[in-house]
């Protein structure tokens, strides 16, 4: 084998064993951020159960089997560990990325990074304390008169940590438009002609998300989704403007 080979083998080798290594790291951020969701789970668990109170005749949800409770609480730690641990885990995808770009590219990428781990975030605050608390209040108009609500914990819980993840990842929809145009991939003209058709994208894409779900939670998940796109084009006009 050549020198130059051996190098580029050598090279090759080095950089798997640094996507190893920060990849190993991103997952222990999510174990420890889910273990410490789990040592307060029977807090947190009555924190989200707290928007459904107001419909609820005794204020207690319902489970069927014994294990369920538990289940739940490992579930709500396994997902809010990724939700809390994000920007730590997209801080080890930057480690891996930053040393092969460019000064330049790295400005605007850890911009777009930074934005994406805490637009996930923002996006599940804005779903828990806004859209959920409306969308309760809107379906539960419908019959309350004359029916009895009778919520279970496991229905409730995967409604809600669906919606969390719908939301977080719909919110980097500016990320990745900006991300998208700064590649080269897509003009500002470009990203403009598409929006008929992102329109109709998001609505295709909230009803595979939702899949079985009332067309109406459909159409209120599509809506943000469609505000987000918009959102994208506004920040490259602002980093265009601030350029010029």
């Not at 798997?16 to 410490?36: D, Q, Y």
């Not at 419909?55 to 490992?74: G, H, I, M, R």
């Not at 990428?109 to 828990?128: R, T």
Request: charged fraction near 15%; glycine fraction near 4%; hydrophobic fraction near 55%.
């Amino acid at each position: 084998m050549s020198e130059a080979a051996l190098e580029k083998k050598q090279s090759f080798v080095e950089h798997l064993l640094e996507l190893r290594s920060c990849l190993i790291k991103a997952f222990l951020g999510w174990i420890i951020a889910s273990i410490l969701v789990y040592l307060y789970s029977d807090n947190i668990l009555e924190f989200l159960i707290n928007p459904l109170r107001p419909y609820l005749a005794d204020k207690k949800l319902f489970f069927k089997t014994l294990p369920e409770v538990f289940s739940n609480q490992v579930k709500i730690a396994v997902i809010l560990g990724l939700i809390i641990g994000s920007p730590y885990i997209i801080y080890q995808l930057w480690i891996f990325i930053a040393p092969g770009l460019y000064p330049h590219e790295k400005k605007w990428l850890k911009g777009a990074l930074f934005m994406s781990s805490f637009s996930f975030l923002i996006g599940d605050l804005i779903a828990f304390y806004f859209f959920l608390p409306f969308i309760l209040k809107f379906f539960y108009s419908f019959g309350s008169q004359f029916l009895i609500f009778k919520p279970y914990l496991k229905e409730y819980i995967n409604f809600l940590l669906k919606l969390l993840l719908i939301f977080g990842l719909f919110f980097q929809t500016p990320s990745i438009i900006f991300f998208i145009h700064k590649l080269g991939i897509a003009s500002l003209d470009q990203l403009k002609n598409f929006r008929p058709y992102a329109i109709i994208l998001s609505f295709v894409l909230a009803s595979i998300l939702t899949a079985g779900a009332d067309p109406i939670y459909q159409i209120l998940l599509a809506l943000p989704l469609t505000i987000l796109y918009e959102i994208g084009i506004i920040l490259i006009k602002i980093t265009k403007f601030r350029r010029a």
